[in-house]
Nanobody, 122 residues
């Protein structure tokens, strides 16, 4: 069982930056691929970024060049650095985990956090 707790959301102006954190419980964090998804009001939960156990990364086209996902296995934490934020980035951001291999398919993730709100004002 893995428990995930996100933090770092908030209100920021367009062009600003935020760093989200996701702290995981358990002693086998390094064996989990981690991902970030987001859900805007009235929309489906969408893939943002993922990182595998080998630290290979994958990004949605909408965030490439602006967002960076990273992990610190010693701290059982995955991060999402978000730069050059846009109003369309406004959403609840969720952290997710699955064993070994990352994928953009949200159906394949086994564990989810409770989400953190990110609001970008224009």
């Amino acid at each position: 069982q893995v428990q995930l707790v996100e933090s770092g959301g908030g209100l920021v102006q367009a062009g600003g930056a935020l760093r989200l954190s996701c702290a995981a419980s358990g002693r086998t964090f390094s064996s989990y691929a981690m991902a970030w998804f987001r859900q805007a009001p009235g929309k489906e939960r969408a893939f943002v970024a993922a990182i595998s156990i080998s630290t290979s990364t994958n990004y949605a086209d909408s965030v490439k060049g602006r967002f960076t996902i990273s992990r610190d296995n010693a701290k059982n934490t995955v991060y999402l650095q978000m730069n050059s934020l846009k109003p369309e980035d406004t959403a609840v951001y969720y952290c997710a985990a699955r064993r070994f291999f990352q994928t953009p398919d949200r159906q394949l993730y086994d564990y989810w956090g409770q989400g953190t709100q990110v609001t970008v004002s224009s």
